[in-house]
């Protein structure tokens, strides 16, 4: 069984730039989850959708958008960059929302 | 909201020495979950405690939970190598521990 993918692995962007990761996860699974993973703050919760909803939101500004597909697949998009997004981007996906979550390899994103 | 704290943060053990991450949380939650992480890798997934009293062993680890202290235990017995990764626990899926960074010396 294929485990959580995640897309791409690396990325380079430059301040006001935007970016689009993401995240396919175990088939079968509906719910995906977004972290992000820096050094100072450590794991933060970004979102958390179930079958193309979004069911829960962290405490992260209007730039940090997400969705889900029908096919379960997850996107989200950062716009205007900023240095302080550079982070480990990290996605979540289990069965339902309280089932055990499996994570995928991250995105390490670079604002310079 | 739920807050959750590790400690410690920094572990520095011998090999063959046990010892105990503690993980404490806030308000009520109905699981909580411990994962692994090695540098520069993805978080892995070691156990799921699901009520009171639960106890989980896989190898050299072994977890607890006591829903009504909050607390949870990750108790690491005749440390190895091997086992030297930063351990997360999750008082409920979205939320995280700092996170506790254990090195294992020979």
């Known amino acids: 069984k294929a485990g959580v993918t995640q897309t791409p692995r690396y990325l380079i962007k430059t301040r006001g730039q935007q970016v689009t990761l993401s995240c396919s996860p175990i088939s079968g699974h509906r719910s995906v989850s977004w972290y992000q993973q820096t050094p100072g703050q450590g794991l933060q919760f970004l979102f958390e959708?179930?079958?193309?909803?979004?069911?829960n939101k962290g405490n992260f500004p209007g730039r940090f958008s997400g969705r889900q597909f029908s096919n379960s697949r997850s996107e989200m998009n950062v716009s205007t960059l900023e240095l302080g997004d550079s982070a480990l981007y990290l996605c979540a996906s289990s069965l339902s929302n309280y089932n055990e979550q499996f994570f995928g390899p991250g995105t390490r994103l670079t604002v310079l | 909201e739920l807050k959750v704290e590790q400690n410690p943060l920094f572990l520095s053990m011998q090999e063959g020495k046990n010892y105990t991450i503690y993980c404490n949380y806030s308000t009520t939650s109905d699981r909580l979950y411990w994962y692994r992480q090695d540098p520069g890798k993805s978080l892995e997934s070691l156990f799921v405690l699901l009520s009171n009293g639960a106890v989980k062993q896989e190898g050299r680890l072994m977890a607890s939970l006591d829903t009504k202290a909050r607390l949870s235990t990750l108790h690491i017995t005749a440390a190895v190598h091997d086992l030297s990764a930063t351990y997360f626990c999750a008082g409920s899926r979205l939320t995280f521990g700092e996170g506790t960074q254990l090195t294992v010396n020979p």
């Open positions: 959708y179930f079958s193309e909803t979004q069911r």
